[in-house]
């Protein structure tokens, strides 16, 4: 990576809309030269290279050169880059650092050891690590909402579709995993007996057979190998998303074309609006009440607003009042 990779693309009223990293990929292009690839990244990946640029002299060019306070700095050449060795033993020794500062000072919150000794941590791990994070995030792996669902969206269209590493699967692995997690505390608490929508009845049904499933197998919610082996053999197809609840039946998604539509909904490129996949909680419920106040707030400070951007407001506030109204969720809107 070098200084400059990153590009920020905003939208005609400035809002920040891509942040977009160029560099160089390696793994599985088939070449010691690397391939110029272009990733989408999250805002705190375009915070860490700003810190990277400003670590580095004005001169250096590369962002992960050997920093001039670094051990590897005086044997350094300007056109080399920190190697996966060094990186490692550079964690090493902020580890070593940290463990120290908490012992002269008291603290409790060091970095562990593991079985006596520090723990060898490497680069490759951060990918392990990270993807387990987003994955099992609530908003994240809960099929998206806000916040880490922006996350996992970025990572999908940008590093795990440029490589061969498994990443992609292995997120994928954790969703699952979260999501029966997530359905099983549902029909635990009865909740998926009150759900609204086009589709509510044919979740219920479905979620009271995993239910079923799971107490026929006296499987408990910290069972993660019990869990995965249950959601493997009997999942439910059950998507839990900010503003509505996925029952998945490829044949009539609206979100996917129909040459993907065997990988599951595409929550992000929902249409709740008209799809007959939608089932509603009320934590969904709640997310749609919020949305219709926004859009009436927006309307009602007309001056501001052009007169086409206007009429689509409105429309679109029409549309959610009669969703509202037809799912009986318009008495607390």
């Keep these: 990576m070098r200084r400059g990779c990153l590009r920020t ?4 009223s400035g809002l920040i809309g891509r942040r977009r990293v160029t560099s160089q990929a390696f793994k599985g292009q088939g070449t010691p030269m690397g391939v110029e690839t272009t990733w ?3 805002e705190s990946v375009a915070r860490a290279i700003a810190v990277a640029e400003r670590l580095q002299p004005p001169q250096e060019d590369l962002l992960f050169a050997p920093l001039p306070t670094g051990t590897q700095f005086a044997r350094a050449r300007s056109h080399e880059a920190l190697s996966n060795r060094e990186t ?3 964690i090493g ?3 070593d650092w940290v463990n120290e500062y908490c012992k002269q000072h008291g603290r409790g919150d060091g970095i562990p050891l593991v079985n006596g000794q520090r723990w060898k941590l490497t680069t490759r791990q951060f990918r ?3 993807a387990w994070f987003i994955a099992r995030r609530p908003g994240g792996a809960i099929a998206g909402a806000i916040q880490y669902r922006h996350h996992s969206i970025q990572m999908f269209e940008g590093y795990a579709g440029t490589s061969q590493s498994g990443f992609r699967a292995e997120v994928e ?5 979260a999501r029966g997690e997530h359905l099983a505390m549902k029909v635990e608490r009865h909740e998926h007996t009150q759900l609204t929508g086009p589709s509510a009845q044919e979740a219920a049904d479905r979620l009271e057979e995993f239910g079923s499933q799971l107490r026929s197998r006296g499987i408990v919610p910290d069972n993660q190998a019990q869990f995965r082996r249950l959601i493997a053999r009997h999942d439910p197809h059950v998507y839990p998303g900010e503003f509505v609840t996925c029952v998945w039946r490829p044949d009539r998604a609206l ?3 129909e040459a993907a539509q065997a990988e599951g909904p595409d929550l992000p490129e929902c249409k709740p609006l008209d799809c007959r996949n939608v089932a509603l909680d009320a934590e969904n419920a709640a997310r749609w009440r919020e949305f219709f106040a926004r859009l009436d707030a927006a309307l009602a400070d007309g001056a501001t607003l052009a007169p086409y951007v206007r009429a689509r407001l409105q429309q679109r506030r029409d549309a959610v009042a009669r ?3 037809k799912h009986q969720l318009e008495e607390s809107a």
Aim: net charge neutral; aromatic share 4%.
């Design 40 to 42: 989408v990244v999250a």
């Design 128 to 130: 392990r690590t990270l």
């Design 88 to 90: 490692n033993d550079h």
């Design 9 to 12: 693309e905003r939208d005609g």
């Design 255 to 257: 979100c996917r074309h």
């Design 93 to 95: 020794r902020l580890i």
């Design 323 to 325: 969703f509202l109204d």
């Design 173 to 177: 692995g954790e969703r699952a995993l």
